[in-house]
C-alpha cells in the first residue's frame, strides 16, 4: 500500500479524493491537510460521517515527508506551488490539482503571477493520460488538467489535424455549481444560479491558454479559440459544445471510434451526449456530428471527477505502473 | 374592448396568453378553445382558481366569429392552419403562435408538409416587431415567431452587415423545458432533466430555415448557420449564444445601442446576460463581446413571452394601433 | 398619489416591492433608501434595467420625511425599530416588514432583546388583513406578518375553536431559499440546497411565539406547538403543513369555505395545494382534510410576496381606504 | 459466484441493482429480465455503456432457473407475485421489491387485491436488517421493504415503547421523483415538480399500513398514524419527519445511540440530518429532539438505494452469510 497525503481536503475535490482513496486497494491516505487543524472530516464533511476515522491537520510539509510518499493537492492556484516545491524537495511525489504546472512557465507567468517553482515546472507532465500516458509512468510531479481543458481537449484532439485553421474553434462549454467552489459567493448563491443560466469571462477565461498550448503542443498549429463558459443550474457535470470547420468532409463517429480504441475512459456516442451519464464517474462521453464541412462536437464529463480528482487518481495509478482504472468510479448518478 | 378568442388555451403559452388578457384594458377574453369541452378553466389550470369564470369549449370558428374579432391560435403547428383559414374566411383575424404562417410557403413546405391555406400564407405578417412593426399595423394574419429564431434573430440583425460570409455563424441555443410543452415524454421526466443537460436535433432543428429565411430577407445575403438547441434543467428561459466572424473590428455595444435606441422591449447590457433578469417579460436583454474578430453575442429571452404569448399580445396591440407596450409585462420573476 | 419610500431596497424584499410599487395606481415610489448610496437601482438589481429612474440613498428619515407620506421598510429586525421610531415622531405612517412590531412588548424582549421603540410597539396593528382589516384601516404603524407565520395562522385559524388542546399542534413548514434572504451563507451556497432538504432550528424557531401569541388572541387559548422549518430546493414558495386532533368529526373544507367567503386573497382547494400555484401572488391556498380526529392542513404562500411584500402593500392599500386589491399581484408563475 | 438474475431492470431501481451487483464479489449477474426483450442494456441505460455485455431478455421463470440461483425482482406490485411463485416453486431464491410479500395476507388483500401466491407469503421474510436479521439467514424470500416504511420504521422504532399511545404519530414525508417511477405522468413532468411542492394522498397512502403493521408486530401496540407523502423537487432521496408525544421526558439522541450501536447502516446525527449526506449510499441518518413530551424525529435516506436497491442486496448478503456490508455503497453523492 502507497502511503498518500490529500492536502485542501475541505473543499470539494478534496472530498471526491478522499471518497476514491479510502476504498482503494493500493492507496493508503493517512494524512488529511487543510489550511487550519480541522478536527474530525466528519465535521467539514459530514456525509462521511463512520468512514474516516483521521483528523485534518494544518498541512506541514515535513510532517508529510514523514509518513507518505505521495501527495494530491487540492489547493488554490498560486497557494500549490509553494507547498509543492517543498515536498517535491522532501522526496514526496505530487498530483497537483491547481492551475500552478498545467502550463509553460513563459504562459502561466504571462496569464497568472510569477512562478515560485521554475526548477519543477519543468518536468511536470500533463495528466490527461489519453495524450500522455507513457510519460506519467514513473513521473514525479503531475500537473492534473482543468475540467473545461480535459473536456475540450478530449472532445476537439482527434479532428485537430482535419481543421480549417482560417476558422476559429468556437467553443461553448456549461460547467455545474461546484466548478466554483464551496467559497459563498454572490454567483454561488442558490437563487442565483436556480431557474438561470449565464454565461463569465466571455472570450476571457484563463483555461483557453491552456487549450491553446495543448492543442500546439499535439498538433504543431496554433489554433484561434473563442472560449466561453458558463454555470448551469446543476452541482456536478460539464457539458463542451464546440463548433469548428473541417478542410473537408469526414465521418466524425469514425474518427473518434478509432482514435479512442484503447483508451478505457472514453465512450463515443452516436447520439448527443447528456451529463448525467458520466457524472459520478471517470468517463469522458462524446459525440460528434457533420453538416456540410461545419463540425458540431459535445464532450461530457464530471467536473469534480474526470475534471479533477478522479482523474488525479488515475494519474496517480499510471505514476506507479497500477492498473488505469484501479479503484476508479465507473457507475453514473443516474438516474 | 376588442372581444378576443384563445384557442389552445390548456397548453403552457395558452395559459401564459390568459394571463395577460385578463387584465388587459384594451382585449376582452370571451371565448376559450381547445379540441375537447373542458369545463372550468381552474380544472386545467388550477392556478386561475378565482381568476376567471370562463369554460373551455370545443374549438368550433363559427362560434368564435360570432363572438369574437381576434383569435389568438394558441394549437399545434399542421393542426394551427385549417383553423386558422376559416377564420380568416369568417372575418376574424388571428395571431397565430404556431409555425404555419412563420416562412415562405416553399419553405414551409420543404421542412414541415403541404401547407392548406395557401392563400392566406401570403400576406401573414412575421409578428417580430423590431422588424415589421410597419407591417403589424392593420394586419389581419400575424405568424408569431417561434422562441428560438426570435432570440437569434434579435442578437444577430444588427450584425448581419458587419459579418464575414464565408463563415458559417455558430448558434449554441438552451431553453427551459416549458418549451417542450405540456405533454409527458421521457425527455420532459424530471428525472431525465433535473442535473443534467444535453443538445437535441443538433444541425438539424426546423428553427433554423426561419433564422436564415429571415437573415435573407432582411440582409439580402444567404448565411451559412450551424443551430444547435439544448434542453436546460429549469423551466422558463432562453438563452442563445451565437458566435460568428466580422469583417472589421467594432465596438458591438455601440452597434446594439444604436440599433435599439427605439425598441422599448429590448435592452442592451454591457456585461453578460442572464435568463432570470427577463423571466416573467417581454424583454430580450442582449449582451455582445468582441475578440479580435471574433464576436460572441448573447440575448436572453422568456420563451413562453417574448418566445410566444407576450410577443402575441404585443403584435394584437400594434394590429389595433394600441401603445405596443400595453399590458405587457416588464417585471421579472428575480428572484 | 401617495408618494413611498421603499427602505431596505437592496434585498429580495425590497425588489418585490417596488415590482408591485412601480406600477401601483395609487401610490408613487419617491425614495429608496439602503444601508449606503447604492447609485442607479438598475446596478443592484440589473432586472429593473429601463424600468426605474431612481438612484438609491443612503436611507435617511428626515430626507424620507420631507418627500413622503408613507414608508415601506425591508430593514433587517433589531435595525428597524429606531429608523421606524425616528420615521413615526415626524409624521411618516409605516409598514414595516420586520419582526420589530409584530409581537407584544414582553414577547418580543424574550425572545429578541430590548425593544427601542416601547411607545410606538403599543399601537402597532398586526398586518394580517384577514384578522385585523378593522384596524388596519387608518392605522399609522402596521407591523408585516413573517412568511411562516402567515401560512401558519392562515390555515389554522378556522380549526382553533375546534381542536382538542390536550394535544400540540405539529406543524412542519418548508420554505423556499429566498426566505433566507440575499445574503451568501453556507446554507444559501447552491450545492447545500440543490437536490437537498433539511430542517432548522427545529422546535426552537422564532416564529413559534408568533403564532402563539396571534392564536391566543383569536381564541384566547394558548395552544402548545411543534414548529420545524425546513429549507426547499427552490427559490420561491413556502408550504406549511399542520397536524393536529379535533374535538369531534366535521367537514373541513366546509368550515374554510364558510370562513374565508369574504376574504379576496384566500382560495380554498378541495385537493392538495401546490406551492407554484401561489407562487408570483398574494394568494394563500388552503386545503384539509380529516381521518377521524385527526386533521391535516395544507397552506401555501409565496414567502416573497403573500409572506412580505404584496401583503405589505395590501395593507398600504387598507391604510388608505384604497381597494384591497388595489395593485396586488394574482396570477402565478405556472408553469 | 452465486449467480443472479435482475427481473424488471429497465426501471430505476432495476438499474440501481444492476450499479450494485456488476461489481460485487459474491454475486454474479448472469441475467437480465424485462418485459419485453430489449437488446442491449445500454440502449435502456446509456449510463452502462462499456459496463456490462448482457442484453435484456423477456423474463422467463424457467430459463431463469436454469441459469440462476437468486432473482431480484424489481416489478411493479401485483405483477410481482405470479413471477416469484413460479420461480419458487422452481427452487429460485427471491428478493422481491414489490409490495407483495410486505404485509400479511389479510392486510395485503384489504389494501391491494386478492393475493395470488398465498403459500409463499407465509413464510416471506420482511427485509428491514435492523428488524430481522436472524430470520434473514438463510431465507429463501424476502419482501424488501417501501422506502417510506424503511425511513420512518428506523426513525420511530426505538421510541416506540416510550410513546403516549393517546396520540397520533404524525408522519411529514418527502420523496424525491425517481421515488414515482420511470414512467412519464402529469405529476413527473419536469414543469409541475420544479420549483413546486405537494403532498398526495394524505392520510390515506398505502404505506401505512405496512408501517402500522410493522410497529404491532414489534411493540405489541396498535399506533394511530396519520401519514401524509410528499414529492420534493429533486430526483432522489427521502426525508420522513416524525411527530409524537413521549410518555415522560427521556434524551433521543441517547436512545438512539443506545438502538443502533450494532448497526452497520443507521448513522445517528446531533443536527438535524439532511437528504445529501445519505444520497447514493445505504445509511439511514436519523436525528431527533425533544421539547417537553414532544418528539421530533427526522430520518434520511436514499429512495432508491436503502429505500429499496442496496436494500435488496443486503438481504441477498444476509441471506447467504456473506458480510452484511458486502458491496454496498457507502460515500455519498456530495457535493
Given at each position: 500500500m502507497i502511503r498518500v497525503a490529500v492536502v485542501g481536503v475541505s473543499g470539494y475535490t478534496g472530498l471526491e479524493l478522499l471518497k476514491i482513496l479510502l476504498?482503494?486497494?493500493k492507496f493508503e491516505v493517512v494524512y488529511l491537510g487543510a489550511s487550519?487543524?480541522?478536527?474530525?472530516i466528519e465535521n467539514t464533511h459530514p456525509s462521511l460521517k463512520s468512514l474516516c476515522e483521521l483528523s485534518i491537520e494544518k498541512a506541514d510539509a515535513k510532517e508529510i515527508a514523514k509518513r507518505c510518499e505521495l501527495a494530491f493537492l487540492a489547493l488554490p492556484h498560486k497557494a500549490s506551488m509553494g507547498f509543492a516545491k517543498e515536498l517535491l524537495e522532501l522526496g514526496v511525489k505530487v498530483v497537483d490539482?491547481?492551475?500552478?504546472?498545467?502550463?509553460?512557465l513563459e504562459t502561466y507567468e504571462k496569464f497568472?503571477?510569477?512562478?515560485?517553482d521554475k526548477e519543477h515546472i519543468k518536468d511536470a507532465?500533463?495528466?490527461?493520460p489519453e495524450l500522455y500516458k507513457d510519460k506519467l509512468?514513473?513521473?514525479?510531479l503531475v500537473a492534473n488538467p482543468g475540467c473545461y481543458p480535459t473536456a475540450t481537449i478530449l472532445g476537439l484532439l482527434p479532428f485537430l489535424h482535419l481543421l480549417d485553421e482560417n476558422y476559429p474553434i468556437m467553443i461553448d462549454a456549461k460547467s455545474g455549481?461546484?466548478?466554483?467552489?464551496k467559497k459563498c459567493t454572490e454567483k454561488t448563491h442558490y437563487c442565483c444560479i436556480n431557474e438561470n443560466l449565464f454565461s463569465y469571462?466571455?472570450?476571457?477565461?484563463?483555461?483557453e491558454p491552456e487549450i491553446k498550448e495543448k492543442f500546439f503542443k499535439s498538433s504543431g498549429k496554433e489554433f484561434d479559440i473563442a472560449f466561453v463558459p458558463h454555470l448551469l443550474p446543476l452541482t456536478r457535470g460539464m457539458l463542451v459544445d464546440s463548433y469548428c470547420l473541417l478542410k473537408k468532409e469526414c465521418n466524425p463517429i469514425d474518427i473518434l471510434k478509432e482514435f479512442y480504441k484503447?483508451?478505457?475512459?472514453v465512450r463515443i456516442f452516436e447520439k448527443p451526449v447528456d451529463?448525467?451519464?458520466?457524472?459520478?464517474?471517470?468517463f469522458c462521453d462524446i459525440f460528434a456530428k457533420r453538416d456540410g464541412k461545419k463540425l458540431f462536437i459535445s464532450s461530457s464529463i464530471d467536473n469534480l471527477l474526470r475534471g479533477a480528482s478522479s482523474q488525479a487518481v488515475v494519474n496517480a495509478n499510471l505514476m506507479y505502473g497500477?492498473?488505469?482504472?484501479?479503484?476508479?468510479p465507473k457507475y453514473a448518478y443516474v438516474p
Amino acid at each position: 500500500m502507497i502511503r498518500v497525503a490529500v492536502v485542501g481536503v475541505s473543499g470539494y475535490t478534496g472530498l471526491e479524493l478522499l471518497k476514491i482513496l479510502l476504498d482503494h486497494d493500493k492507496f493508503e491516505v493517512v494524512y488529511l491537510g487543510a489550511s487550519e487543524n480541522g478536527g474530525e472530516i466528519e465535521n467539514t464533511h459530514p456525509s462521511l460521517k463512520s468512514l474516516c476515522e483521521l483528523s485534518i491537520e494544518k498541512a506541514d510539509a515535513k510532517e508529510i515527508a514523514k509518513r507518505c510518499e505521495l501527495a494530491f493537492l487540492a489547493l488554490p492556484h498560486k497557494a500549490s506551488m509553494g507547498f509543492a516545491k517543498e515536498l517535491l524537495e522532501l522526496g514526496v511525489k505530487v498530483v497537483d490539482l491547481s492551475a500552478d504546472y498545467r502550463l509553460d512557465l513563459e504562459t502561466y507567468e504571462k496569464f497568472y503571477c510569477p512562478h515560485e517553482d521554475k526548477e519543477h515546472i519543468k518536468d511536470a507532465v500533463y495528466g490527461l493520460p489519453e495524450l500522455y500516458k507513457d510519460k506519467l509512468k514513473g513521473a514525479k510531479l503531475v500537473a492534473n488538467p482543468g475540467c473545461y481543458p480535459t473536456a475540450t481537449i478530449l472532445g476537439l484532439l482527434p479532428f485537430l489535424h482535419l481543421l480549417d485553421e482560417n476558422y476559429p474553434i468556437m467553443i461553448d462549454a456549461k460547467s455545474g455549481v461546484s466548478g466554483a467552489g464551496k467559497k459563498c459567493t454572490e454567483k454561488t448563491h442558490y437563487c442565483c444560479i436556480n431557474e438561470n443560466l449565464f454565461s463569465y469571462s466571455p472570450l476571457s477565461h484563463r483555461h483557453e491558454p491552456e487549450i491553446k498550448e495543448k492543442f500546439f503542443k499535439s498538433s504543431g498549429k496554433e489554433f484561434d479559440i473563442a472560449f466561453v463558459p458558463h454555470l448551469l443550474p446543476l452541482t456536478r457535470g460539464m457539458l463542451v459544445d464546440s463548433y469548428c470547420l473541417l478542410k473537408k468532409e469526414c465521418n466524425p463517429i469514425d474518427i473518434l471510434k478509432e482514435f479512442y480504441k484503447d483508451a478505457p475512459f472514453v465512450r463515443i456516442f452516436e447520439k448527443p451526449v447528456d451529463i448525467k451519464s458520466s457524472s459520478g464517474t471517470n468517463f469522458c462521453d462524446i459525440f460528434a456530428k457533420r453538416d456540410g464541412k461545419k463540425l458540431f462536437i459535445s464532450s461530457s464529463i464530471d467536473n469534480l471527477l474526470r475534471g479533477a480528482s478522479s482523474q488525479a487518481v488515475v494519474n496517480a495509478n499510471l505514476m506507479y505502473g497500477f492498473d488505469e482504472d484501479e479503484g476508479i468510479p465507473k457507475y453514473a448518478y443516474v438516474p
